[in-house]
């Protein structure tokens, strides 16, 4: 069964640094991983986007310059380097996979697997 696994989310002051994991199982791993996200009350959002080779990374103009998208191909992870937290950052993060198009547009429909989401809370 296709499944995605985020971890590493938690609470963390204004200026702080968090490092999320995706951990994919039961289906091809060589396929599109993006980070979307929702904050309370606010629809999804894409926040970040890597090719299946890795190549190829985008990332949501209000995250540019604080984070950063990688994957270990070896482990079937994806990690989203994040740093700088602003407030307004506090969402439940979730991984997605998909197609590779649909993910560089944040293009929730054209996602297949999602996982649970891991929260971030930044706050003082």
């Not at 985020?6 to 640094?17: I, L, Y």
């Not at 968090?18 to 791993?29: E, I, N, P, Q």
């Not at 979307?36 to 959002?45: H, K, N, S, V």
């Not at 890597?50 to 310059?65: E, F, Q």
Request: glycine share 12%.
């Amino acid at each position: 069964q296709p499944q995605l696994v985020e971890s590493g989310g938690g609470s963390v002051q204004p200026g702080g640094s968090l490092r999320l994991s995706c951990v994919a199982s039961g289906f091809s791993w060589h396929t599109a991983i993006g980070w979307f996200r929702q904050a309370p009350g606010r629809e999804r959002e894409g926040v970040s986007c890597t090719s299946s080779s890795g190549d190829s990374r985008n990332y949501a103009d209000s995250m540019k310059g604080r984070v950063f998208i990688s994957r270990d191909n070896a482990k079937n992870t994806v990690y989203l380097q994040m740093n700088g937290l602003k407030l307004e950052d506090t969402a439940v993060y979730y991984c997605a996979a998909g197609d590779t198009m649909a993910c560089a547009r944040f293009d929730d429909d054209g996602m297949s697997v999602w996982g649970k989401g891991t929260l971030v809370t930044v706050s003082s």
